[in-house]
């Protein structure tokens, strides 16, 4: 077990190679958070989130599986599972929706607002991002830097198509340039059991 | 809109076709007019199959016009799956080419006296009615290939598949899209089995030399219609999300809920669901050349579907929906993109409702003819239905049929009608629908339309667990008042948030028909076809037993939530008094 500071990676793309990332972004990656920090207080540290967006675009919130109503009696914990939608159609995607008309469709599963959170620090929370949010905050989550174990990562290259590496642009390794076959050959596992993998995009 | 066209297939010298007034089905479309005539003119206890069923086909009341997203045609008779009254509703071209065709409905009646097989087309200048054995057994696209050859592209086409020929219990029946693609199907209820038993392969419509149907205001019509465009483009269901994904787009967001029905609802997660997301559809299909947005039907201004393309760039099927993907998908444990769009391509082209279908399989498995997660013994296994193999009609008959010739507990259906992609033990709401729509197991009875707005039955605070009774009861009379208008249910989300789109509908049917329409009468209208609906339940048989999930939904938890079906049988029995 290395308990030393995660190594980073840092890859600059074309725009193009932004939805390569999505399937990485729908399963889940750790980020960094200030657990005991409401949802909404979490979403707002966010560059160029408001309070505007948080309302009118994420419609659907998930804490720990649980649908969650009110983003400011929500609170975050080491460890806690995210996951943000704009609003969904369909009968369910209108239940799920929070505080929305139909919110009683789904009482069993909603999060039990809390009023006292845990005290704020540093920790890690499992982000997933879905539909119209993961192309608007994938994003700022990959600029921010996402925390992957290296297994996953490894994984995550391999599985890589042509197309992926010709957008990819340059790539440091703790501040040391690899190319693509550097990338794919590299035991990320013997360096850490984690990364940190912070991506930025010509946009 | 001003005539019903009778065909008597039983009639003495071959079919006979003849045209009637609208008479006390005036003002009537769509769900509110198949209902109507099946309610008044078929006997609840005949056999769907008999002479004594009628296949009602009725455009909306503003399909045929300008009015954004009316293309909805509904299908109603005496189910043969359930045993009850059915109204099943599709995209496609044929509402709008039906009714500027003049056309209110059309109601094939009796049965014929020979075996031969028989083609209705429908123009300007009448109908012709005659046999054409060279389509029997046909699949549906090379069905429509042979009709594009004879009548051109532009004609629109109903038409069922082997499945219908077979008189199978999960058949359905097509309608061509844009493109004259076989890809939009009245799937639910087995109406194929009844277009089949009637002897009718396909009804070709062609509107050539007819307009759009006019309006008696066309100043406030066009002006509402503007509004009503507005409305839906700038909401971010209709103008966002579902252009952008389509309805796949619920995989990832009902996987989170723990409401995705997995391995013949063992679980409410897929480990899988990422691959078979929207988001991954939609990636896929810009990457093969096909496409993420694409709309079923001229005038339809969501555009919620695709064109789903193999591995080599070369049309497969159009964009499978959240249903399919789901039954399909993580009902069966598969999380093959491409063999999922396979098995729907299958079953457009056989002639299957989809949902039926992908429960079915998944209860196959359940039985030990396939492993879950087998995509290719999935496949082979529709391929059976197709083939017409002794197998293969056990499951095309169904959920509830192949449920128990392999004696099985676990079937999820409700009047014999397989459930849908939301597992009632997460989203409770739902499960009152499932149990007590007049359909069967039906996410689209009680959609999430206007019910807010309508307020059917007094406020409900959305909060308070206590009124999903309430919620599903305005929800099933509202959706009941879309399905009669030819609207598209997507519709629902612009005219939940926004009541200026509700009121830019209303101006729309005001406008269109003279009439001065207020939210009571549309609540009164949604009433008085959900009481002939179950009033004809009644008489066919129908009790509240038959009002209720499958036992063991209550019985057995649902992970990773751990819940089970919570709502009273009393409560249940409550949802249609008024």
Redesign the interface.
């Given at each position: 077990m290395n308990n030393s500071l995660p190594p980073s990676l840092l890859l600059t793309f074309r725009p193009e190679g932004l939805s390569r990332f999505f399937p990485l972004l729908q399963t889940g990656v750790m980020v960094e958070a200030e657990v005991g920090s409401s949802v909404r207080d979490f979403l707002l540290t966010l560059p160029g989130v408001d309070s505007a967006y948080i309302d009118g675009r994420i419609k659907t919130v998930f804490l720990n599986g649980k649908v969650v109503d009110d983003v400011e009696t929500a609170f975050l914990d080491d460890g806690s599972i995210l996951a943000l939608s704009a609003a969904m159609p369909g009968l369910a995607g209108a239940a799920l929706r929070r505080g929305g008309g139909l919110a009683s469709f789904r009482s069993q599963i909603t999060f039990p607002a809390r009023e006292k959170p845990g005290p704020r620090r540093k920790g890690f929370v499992l982000i997933k991002l879905y539909n119209l949010i993961l192309k608007e905050l994938g994003v700022i989550f990959l600029r921010r830097g996402i925390f992957l174990a290296s297994a996953a990562l490894a994984k995550f290259f391999k599985g890589q198509s042509e197309e992926f590496w010709v957008n990819l642009k340059t790539a440091l390794v703790n501040g040391a340039g690899k190319d693509a076959k550097e990338l794919l050959q590299m035991n990320w596992a013997g360096l850490h059991e984690t990364m940190e993998l912070k991506v930025d995009f010509d946009i | 809109m001003d005539k019903i066209l009778r065909i008597d297939m039983g009639a003495k010298g071959g079919p006979k076709a003849s045209e009637a007034e609208l008479g006390d089905y005036a003002g009537m479309g769509g769900r509110g007019l198949t209902s109507a005539i099946v309610s008044r003119e078929v006997p609840p206890l005949c056999h769907p199959l008999s002479a004594d069923n009628k296949l009602v086909i009725a455009p909306g009341l503003l399909s045929g016009t300008i009015a954004a997203n009316s293309g909805r045609i509904s299908i109603g008779c005496k189910s043969p799956l359930t045993g009850g009254i059915k109204e099943s509703n599709a995209g496609g071209q044929a509402a709008q080419v039906l009714a500027r065709l003049g056309y209110a409905a059309i109601v094939l009646e009796g049965e014929p006296g020979d075996d031969n097989l028989y083609k209705v087309v429908i123009n300007k200048d009448g109908v012709k009615i005659e046999a054409d054995n060279s389509l029997k057994m046909l699949g549906n696209y090379d069905l429509i290939d042979k009709i594009k050859e004879a009548y051109g592209e532009k004609v629109a086409c109903i038409s069922i598949g082997p499945a219908g020929e077979m008189k199978l219990t999960a058949a359905s029946i097509a309608c061509t899209d844009m493109e004259q693609r076989p890809t939009r199907h009245a799937g639910r209820g087995g109406v194929g089995a009844v277009m089949g038993a009637k002897g009718v392969k396909v009804i070709v419509l062609d509107d050539a030399g007819m307009k759009m149907r006019p309006p008696k205001d066309p100043e406030k019509f066009k002006e509402a219609n503007k509004v009503w465009v507005e409305g839906l483009r700038k909401h971010?269901?209709t103008g966002?999300?579902?252009p952008?994904?389509g309805?796949n787009?619920?995989t990832?967001?009902?996987n989170?809920?723990?409401?995705l029905p997995t391995r013949n609802f063992r679980f409410g997660r897929f480990e899988g669901a990422?691959?078979v997301?929207?988001?991954?559809e939609a990636?896929i299909e810009t990457a093969r050349g096909g496409m993420a947005t694409h709309g079923c039907h001229a005038g339809c201004v969501i555009r919620?579907s695709g064109v789903y393309h193999d591995k080599d760039g070369h049309y497969m099927t159009k964009q499978p929906e959240?249903e399919t993907i789901w039954a399909h998908g993580a009902h069966c444990e598969i999380d093959d993109l491409d063999a999922i769009a396979m098995m729907d391509r299958l079953e457009d082209d056989y002639g299957l409702d989809t949902i039926e279908m992908g429960v079915t399989i998944g209860l196959a498995m359940e039985a030990g003819l396939a492993e879950f997660g087998d995509a290719e013994a999935a496949i082979n296994l529709v391929k059976e239905v197709g083939k017409g193999t002794p197998l293969g009609r056990v499951l095309g008959s169904g959920a509830a049929v192949t449920g128990q010739v392999y004696g099985l507990e676990k079937v999820p259906v409700v009047k014999k009608q397989a459930l849908p992609a939301?597992d009632p033990?997460?989203?409770?709401?739902?499960g009152v629908?499932y149990a007590t729509s007049t359909m069967g197991a039906d996410?689209t009875a009680?959609?999430?339309v206007t019910?807010?707005v309508l307020q059917v039955g007094g406020n409900?605070?959305?909060?308070?667990?206590?009124?999903?009774i309430e919620?599903s009861r305005n929800?099933q009379v509202a959706t009941a008042v879309i399905d009669s208008l030819g609207m598209c249910l997507?519709i629902?989300?612009a005219t939940?948030d926004q009541p200026e789109t509700f009121q830019a509908l209303v101006d729309m049917v005001n406008a269109f028909y003279g009439l001065s329409l207020n939210d009571e009468d549309v609540v009164d209208l949604g009433k008085s076809i959900l009481t002939s609906e179950r009033e004809f339940n009644k008489k066919a048989g129908f009790t509240a037993a038959d009002d209720r999930l499958p036992e063991f939904f209550k019985k057995d938890s649902l992970p990773?939530?751990n819940?089970t079906f919570?709502v009273k049988d009393e409560e249940l029995d409550s949802v249609f008094n008024w």
């Open positions: - | 971010p269901v966002e999300g579902l952008a994904y309805t787009v619920l990832n967001v009902v989170e809920a723990g409401a990422s691959k997301s929207g988001e991954t990636e919620c959240y939301y033990r997460a989203v409770q709401g739902i629908t996410h009680g959609y999430a019910a807010n409900v605070d959305p909060l308070k667990p206590e009124g999903q919620l929800l997507f629902a989300f939940l990773p939530h819940v919570e």
